[in-house]
C-alpha cells in the first residue's frame, strides 16, 4: 500500500524529533559531564543563591567559576536573575525534567522499570 506524502512526512518528523530533542540536550549532558557544575546543581537544589555564595564553596578562581556558571545557563540548567549588585542562580526544573524524559527514553524506562524490549 502507497504512503501518501503528508503521511511520509510526518513520520520521519516523529521520528527525526526524537533526535532532535537529543541534540537539544546534548549542552546539558556536556554541563552535566564536570563535577564542579553537578556540584553547584546539587547547592541550588531547592533554593536560589548568589554567585558568591556559590564562589564560596569552591577552590577556584572567579573567572573559572563564571565559565561554568555560562555553561549551566547555555544549557538551560540554571536560570539568572540580577538582583541590584547581585547575581542570583536557581535550578531550572523544567529543563531537567526534559531531560529525565530523554534519559527514560533512551534507555526505555517505563514506570520506574527498565522495559521487556531492552532485555530483548
Not at 546539587?42 to 577556584?60: C, H, P, S, V
Amino acid at each position: 500500500m502507497p504512503i501518501n506524502q503528508r503521511t511520509l512526512c510526518y513520520h520521519i518528523f516523529r521520528y527525526l524529533s526524537k533526535y532532535l530533542i537529543v541534540i537539544v540536550k546534548e549542552g546539558a549532558f556536556k554541563a552535566l559531564a564536570d563535577p564542579t557544575r553537578r556540584k553547584i546543581l546539587r547547592l541550588l537544589n531547592g533554593q536560589e543563591m548568589t554567585a558568591g555564595d556559590i564562589a564560596k564553596e569552591f577552590d577556584i578562581s572567579a573567572p573559572s567559576m563564571s565559565h561554568h556558571f555560562s555553561i549551566l545557563k547555555d544549557a538551560d540548567l540554571v536560570f539568572a536573575r540580577r538582583n541590584g549588585q547581585q547575581i542570583l542562580y536557581s535550578l531550572n526544573t523544567t529543563a531537567f525534567q526534559d531531560l529525565m524524559t530523554v534519559l527514560m527514553d533512551i534507555f526505555k524506562i517505563e514506570d520506574g522499570a527498565e522495559s521487556e524490549e531492552s532485555h530483548e
